[in-house]
């Protein structure tokens, strides 16, 4: 295995191969991406989306892109970590110099409010989702089915069939979104408006990038791509696999976050058909749900309820299985696969306790609010750690070196996770900004 | 799958989305005076949800309108409802119904009303309400009834603070759990103090 004391391709001017892979073949194997892409659409996507659009229309949408820019850098700078390393997550925390430590036990608490605190919400969505689409099913009963669902997929230990199962559900997402905004038609002018930053004028922007950034910039997902790599094996030993290997890598980075921009498209325009107009801001899908029906009809409350389903149980299966990976290899010291009896322990465990939260019929809305807000102070934590390595000779032939524009994102990286983790982690310690 | 094959399927798909706003076209129509008036409102309401009319109007006269338009709760079960966002006791739906008019609707304009925030309580009883709207242009008025059907929401509808206390005590909670069962069974090894060489 490759070591970073090792630093392989140290010598060897950075990014001066060109061992790309062809588009089909980068096409043909997005596993990983739509992987990611599922976890980081989530039922916060469309609360947060919700909110956003319910204030700003598409006024917002820039801030998608820039978030999710963000993103594919952080995707990246994993992806570069486990080439350069053979090791993911919580390595890149712990082998920080003096305070590796501190950050591990941050992430491994965060990795466990993943496993409960988000799954709960994702959880009480789907079973709200399956209400939607099958009224004479109770909520309660709808629950404990998505509960035991995810339960049984992560017993049964196989990731192929996982991915498999997360592409598929992200197909359903964009379709049934695309559906949606089809139905109530998309003003592409107001679209390409909110490209454009503009001040917006009920005063909620730094409420809602904060928001954004969180649902767009999970950091749980981030994480999560290391995992999905480590899960197909481990990276090539010589420089010139490894460079074919990042390739392949940044593909599926681009559809893990640019995934995001693109449901946002769709979100975004129903929010700026229907709700906009009338200064209405929802806040959980069960409101989406109602306002799209009187302008698209009746079929829009399954359609819709389908997209939040696979959005949500995607969201439940990835944010558990990150919490499982990173608080498996927080307290053993090793990474380890879906197969791992501990990782199946683990999700779950976490599982049945979110099951539990979500019988007991506790209202989400609030919950997946916070639950950006928690997204967004991880990120900020996340960000930085990544900006350090992207930068770091430890890297070897995959750090930054010269290059502008990966120099340019670890700024942009940087500025997004200061901002959005000092403005959150602030807040706990009663700090307004 | 073949190119040719692929192309049909993406070349369908696409039309069919294109065909979905004409599929999905809803809202009841109704003509008032001068006045082309389509009324939007949800079949489904879940408790503690909010729900909102809206009212699309086209003057399709010559001469410039006024349209009242009078939303009512259901008859005798108006107890059962919040209406608008005001924190109680101000959310109490009046007893005559919300009145809204658009005044100055000219030839060829369209606009909207919207009665927004009609919310059942958490505890509302479930099944089908009618509520109405009436709209009236100069001496003509139409009701527009509004049947929907209240379904079983969340029950316990918790603040901001006690859900932020909730997570963190789950969350410490679980991480003391998982501590304890990696610590004493399965890696005795683990520090929480220890950092990693690369």
Known sequence: ?433 | MSRGRLFAVIIALVLSLAMVPTAFAGGIDVKVGDVQATVYAPSVVWQATNAHVIVKMVNTGSQPVTVDALFKFPEGKDNQFTYGTKPAPNNVPPKDGDKKSLKDLKPGESKYIAFTYITPKSSAQLGQYTANVTLTVGNDSKTIPWNFDVRTGAVFVAQTQSIVMMIYAVSAAMLVFWFVYFKFFVNKNFSILAGEEL
């Not at chain 1, 950091?219 to 899960?231: D, P, R, S, T, W």
Request: proline share 4%.
């Open chain 1, 1 to 433: 295995m490759a070591t970073a004391s090792g630093a392989i391709g140290a010598d060897v001017k950075p990014w001066s191969l060109r061992e790309g892979t062809s588009f089909m073949t980068r096409v043909k194997d997005l596993g990983p991406g739509a992987f990611v892409a599922a976890t980081f659409i989530g039922s916060g996507d469309i609360a947060t989306g919700g909110t956003a659009g319910g204030y700003f229309g598409f006024g917002y949408w820039w801030a998608y892109w820039v978030t999710c820019a963000t993103a594919w850098f952080c995707l990246d700078v994993v992806s570069r970590f486990y080439l350069a390393t053979g090791k993911a997550g919580v390595s890149m925390f712990r082998s920080i110099p003096k305070i590796g430590w501190f950050l591990a036990l941050f992430i491994g608490l965060f990795g466990v409010y993943y496993g409960v605190g988000n799954v709960t919400s994702q959880f009480s969505a789907s079973a709200w989702a399956i209400t939607g689409i099958f009224p004479q099913i109770d909520y309660v009963l709808a629950g404990a089915l998505v509960a035991v669902l995810c339960m049984v997929l992560v017993w049964i230990g196989n990731y192929g069939l996982l991915e498999m199962a997360m592409s598929a559900m992200l197909v359903a997402i964009v379709a049934c979104f695309f559906a949606a905004a089809f139905a109530t038609g998309v003003n592409l002018a107001d679209a390409a408006r909110g490209l454009v930053p503009a001040a917006d004028p009920m005063g909620g922007f730094a409420n809602n990038f904060q928001a954004i950034a969180g649902t767009n910039i999970n950091g749980a997902a981030v994480l999560l791509f290391a995992y999905n790599l480590f899960e197909r094996g481990m990276p090539p030993e010589d420089l010139r696999g490894k460079a074919r290997f990042i390739s392949f890598a940044r593909a599926n980075a681009l559809l893990g976050s640019f995934g995001a921009v693109v449901v946002a498209f769709a979100l975004l325009g129903v929010i700026n058909q229907v709700i906009y107009p009338y200064g209405i801001i929802p806040r959980k899908p069960e409101d989406f749900a109602i306002l799209i029906e009187p302008v698209a009809g009746p079929w829009a409350i399954p359609i819709f309820s389908l997209g939040v389903l696979a959005a949500a149980l995607s969201s439940a299966l990835g944010n558990g299985m990150i919490g499982a990976y990173v608080t498996c290899e927080y307290f053993l010291g090793k990474q380890v696969q879906s197969n791992n009896i501990h990782f199946k322990v683990v999700y779950i465990v976490n599982a049945v306790i979110a099951g539990a939260l979500v019988v007991a019929k506790i209202d989400p809305i609030f919950l997946k609010t916070i639950t950006s807000m928690m997204n967004a102070s991880f990120f900020g934590v996340v960000g930085l750690v990544l900006a350090y390595w992207a930068g770091s000779s430890k890297l070897g032939y995959f750090r930054n070196g010269s290059s502008i524009p990966l120099w340019a994102l670890t700024i942009l990286t940087i500025v997004v996770a200061g901002y959005v983790g000092i403005y959150n982690l602030g807040g706990y310690f009663g700090l307004k900004f």
